[in-house]
């Protein structure tokens, strides 16, 4: 096992070195001159020396092999450079952006693990029942619907409407930004902050809860015609006794893959919720920073994301061994 992880660990280093290499190559191929871009667009009048300027203060006036190997040398001391739009370092501003990409996505998964799982197992006890099919059709819908509008609509229900009419004050939401950004043990939100989490919160979480359920109630289904439920319920056991002891811990392998990516994927892919409501983290930072040409922002951050995809991923596979005793990792690293 520990060699296992020590194995996957030095892994993270080549796939991020791969994914990076490719991204800065990438950048080099977009339309447009960078230094153009930094001094005031293409559309600007722009003095050709301020623009000589520019490749100099940033390095663009060298070759891109030796841009490349610079960038490499930098980022190995954790030096992740300055952005190219505000001159603010990257690690400042990764600092402002990953706390609450992180607060936000473990709220949503969370939330995915609370409602989702427990929708799903739902479903499974009363299959057909009239549970089963409302709770079928309202995970399909939560699927169907495109995230931004779903984000609007709550910030219409639940935060424009009660502050137009003058709901009680526990009931009022907030509808963009953080607030005062006040947190206790890191992830509790405290003060007014918990009234601008819950509505991004719900947003994110929406479609991978909705996924959740559909994968639990599937998966409890199939374990629930295994040898070992039948001869649980031959001893005479109680349905939840046979739920939770013996069919929820066998049907949580393909959960476990599911909620681990989706943790993974969210604090840096949240694009969309972060830019509805104002949230000012990972996702809408790399978006922006694509659009700018900012490649020291778009490439720390990155680099942020596949380190924590791996790690994550990492950890999903750990898991498996504690709820199926039946995994174990070899010493060849397969399960």
């Known amino acids: 096992m520990i060699s296992y992880t020590i194995r996957r660990l030095l892994l993270i280093l080549p796939t991020a070195f791969a994914a990076l290499s490719l991204l800065f190559g990438l950048f080099f191929l977009l339309p447009g001159d960078p230094a153009t871009l930094i001094v005031g667009g293409a559309n600007r009048n722009v003095p050709e020396e301020v623009i000589e300027r520019?490749?100099?203060?940033?390095?663009?006036?060298?070759?891109?092999?030796?841009?490349?190997?610079?960038?490499?040398?930098?980022?190995?001391?954790?030096?992740?450079g300055e952005s190219f739009q505000n001159d603010r370092s990257v690690n400042e501003i990764l600092g402002e952006r990953a706390p609450n990409s992180i607060r936000l996505s473990f709220w949503a998964?969370?939330?995915?693990?609370?409602?989702?799982?427990?929708?799903?197992?739902?479903?499974?006890?009363?299959?057909?029942?009239?549970?089963?099919?409302?709770?079928?059709?309202?995970?399909?819908?939560?699927?169907?619907?495109?995230?931004?509008?779903?984000?609007?609509?709550?910030?219409?229900?639940?935060?424009?409407?009660?502050?137009?009419?003058?709901?009680?004050?526990?009931?009022?939401?907030?509808?963009?930004?953080?607030?005062?950004?006040?947190?206790?043990?890191?992830f509790i939100p405290t003060g007014e902050t918990w009234r601008y989490l819950v509505l991004p919160a719900i947003t994110l979480a929406s479609v991978s809860t909705a996924l959740a359920a559909r994968m639990m109630r599937g998966s409890m289904l199939e374990v629930s015609?295994?040898?070992?439920?039948?001869?649980?319920?031959?001893?005479?056991?109680?349905?939840?006794?046979?739920?939770l002891r013996h069919g929820l811990r066998n049907a949580m392998l393909p959960v476990i893959t599911l909620i681990g990516l989706d943790f993974a994927t969210t604090i840096?892919?949240?694009?969309?919720?972060?830019?509805?409501?104002?949230?000012?983290?990972?996702?809408?930072?790399?978006?922006?920073?694509?659009?700018?040409?900012?490649?020291?922002?778009?490439?720390?951050?990155?680099?942020?994301?596949?380190?924590?995809?791996?790690?994550?991923?990492?950890?999903?596979?750990?898991?498996?061994?504690?709820?199926?005793?039946?995994?174990?990792?070899?010493?060849?690293?397969?399960?």
């Open 54 to 80: 520019a490749k100099v203060r940033y390095g663009l006036d060298e070759s891109v092999p030796e841009q490349f190997v610079n960038y490499w040398k930098r980022t190995l001391r954790w030096d992740l």
């Open 109 to 186: 998964i969370l939330i995915e693990i609370a409602v989702g799982l427990s929708v799903g197992i739902i479903s499974a006890i009363r299959r057909y029942s009239v549970v089963d099919r409302v709770t079928t059709v309202i995970t399909a819908v939560a699927s169907a619907i495109p995230v931004f509008v779903l984000g609007f609509v709550l910030q219409y229900a639940l935060a424009v409407y009660p502050n137009k009419h003058d709901w009680p004050e526990w009931a009022k939401l907030r509808v963009q930004g953080r607030g005062p950004d006040t947190w206790t043990l890191f």
């Open 225 to 243: 015609g295994s040898d070992f439920m039948r001869t649980a319920k031959a001893k005479g056991l109680s349905e939840r006794s046979i739920v």
């Open 268 to 335: 840096g892919t949240a694009v969309l919720t972060e830019t509805v409501f104002n949230w000012n983290g990972i996702g809408s930072t790399i978006a922006r920073a694509v659009g700018e040409r900012d490649a020291p922002v778009m490439l720390a951050l990155t680099l942020v994301v596949v380190i924590a995809y791996a790690v994550i991923n990492l950890i999903v596979d750990l898991s498996y061994a504690f709820f199926d005793p039946r995994v174990r990792l070899d010493s060849g690293g397969h399960g």
